[in-house]
Nanobody, 120 residues
Framework: QVQLVESGGGLVQAGGSLRLSCAAS????????MGWYRQAPGKQRELVAA???????NYTDSVKGRCTISRDNAKNTVYLQMNSLKPEDTAVYYC??????????????WGQGTLVTVSS
């Protein structure tokens, strides 16, 4: 009923930039927080950045100053602009959303993931 679809991943050289997008669709009444997580090979999934419906943001320390999370509430879309990318940013990036469906169910929904590879 509800799905998140990510796009924008790919291969980039160190120092380059990428912009990830994640669009939510389906029977959505409202979306609260949205976020980006990542999981590198052999590591646990970690929060990269999150944004509330009001626009408040938080970032993991390793990306502060290099990444910006934003959202377009009219489009139910969240973005992650990543600059000055480093090889250690290589991971599968997942978006998620805490939302309320049209049946007034609270859900946490995950996207399928998009691979970001940063070459040195």
């Amino acid at each position: 009923q509800v799905q998140l679809v990510e796009s924008g991943g790919g291969l980039v050289q160190a120092g380059g930039s990428l912009r990830l997008s994640c669009a939510a669709s389906g029977r959505i009444f409202s979306i609260n927080a949205m976020g980006w997580y990542r999981q590198a090979p052999g590591k646990q999934r970690e929060l990269v950045a999150a944004i509330t419906s009001g626009g408040s943001t938080n970032y993991t320390d390793s990306v502060k100053g290099r990444c910006t999370i934003s959202r377009d509430n009219a489009k139910n879309t969240v973005y992650l602009q990543m600059n000055s990318l480093k090889p250690e940013d290589t991971a599968v990036y997942y978006c998620n959303a805490d939302l309320v469906t049209t049946l007034y169910r609270y859900l946490r929904v995950w996207g399928q993931g998009t691979l970001v590879t940063v070459s040195s």
